[in-house]
């Protein structure tokens, strides 16, 4: 994806041909219209602009994580923008909504594309910090392939690639990831089909 545009940004006459933004180059996205790329550096010259200061200036636009710049040549610019990745399907009865890998929610329907995951409330709302609870135990446990997830009351259900459940306290999920570790280091995931984590002094388990 990658979008050029030419145009001379308004600079005090004294340094527009010497300091003027001349030409812009995105790369990464093709989702920053001319008009937008107009109204983000028309304040700017190709001297004093900087990452940080573009950054502040694409904050507004919540698809973008990351953005890069470079100089070429004098009077141009590429923008190298990292976008937001679509991460899970939020499934509350009958709504159905994607969120981003931070749980920004996308305004278009896009729940069909492929590799992502499933997060399922039945009791309760969709929450920002739920996402970075549903990425701490996909990092401990990415070799389960975890891909679907149920969150009811203080507990969130991970389902592996083999139909295994792991239950986690939301509310206490480090204690409840290093209990999981400690026990399956010790015993094979196979010989059980639910293994709730989430308790104080005890792991409930069912073969």
């Not at 890069?68 to 009958?94: C, D, H, R, W, Y």
């Not at 909504?97 to 305004?107: K, N, P």
């Not at 204690?175 to 005890?202: G, H, P, R, V, W």
């Amino acid at each position: 994806m990658c979008a050029l545009l030419g145009y001379y940004a308004p600079t005090l006459p004294i340094v527009k041909d010497i300091a003027g933004i001349k030409k812009v180059k995105v790369i990464g996205t093709d989702k920053l219209s001319e008009n937008d790329l107009k109204n983000i550096f028309k304040t700017e010259n190709w001297i004093f602009i900087s990452e940080d200061r573009l950054k502040e200036k694409l904050k507004k636009y919540q698809f973008i994580k990351d953005v890069k710049i470079l100089k070429p040549k004098l009077g141009e610019i590429t923008m190298m923008v990292e976008e937001k990745k679509p991460f899970a399907n939020i499934i509350q009865g009958s709504k159905v909504f994607t969120v981003d890998e931070e749980g920004s929610i996308y305004e278009t329907d896009i729940s069909n594309l492929p590799n992502l995951v499933n997060i399922y409330y039945n009791d309760s709302e969709f929450q920002k910090i739920d996402i970075l609870k549903i990425k701490k135990i996909m990092k401990n446990f990415k070799d389960y392939k975890l891909t679907k997830f149920i969150i009811q009351k203080s507990q969130i259900a991970a389902e592996t690639s083999n139909r295994k459940i792991l239950v986690f306290s939301k509310d206490e999920l480090d204690d409840s990831l290093n209990k999981a570790k400690i026990f399956l280091a010790n015993k094979n995931i196979k010989n059980y089909t639910y293994l709730n984590f989430s308790f104080d002094e005890m792991v409930i388990g069912k073969k």
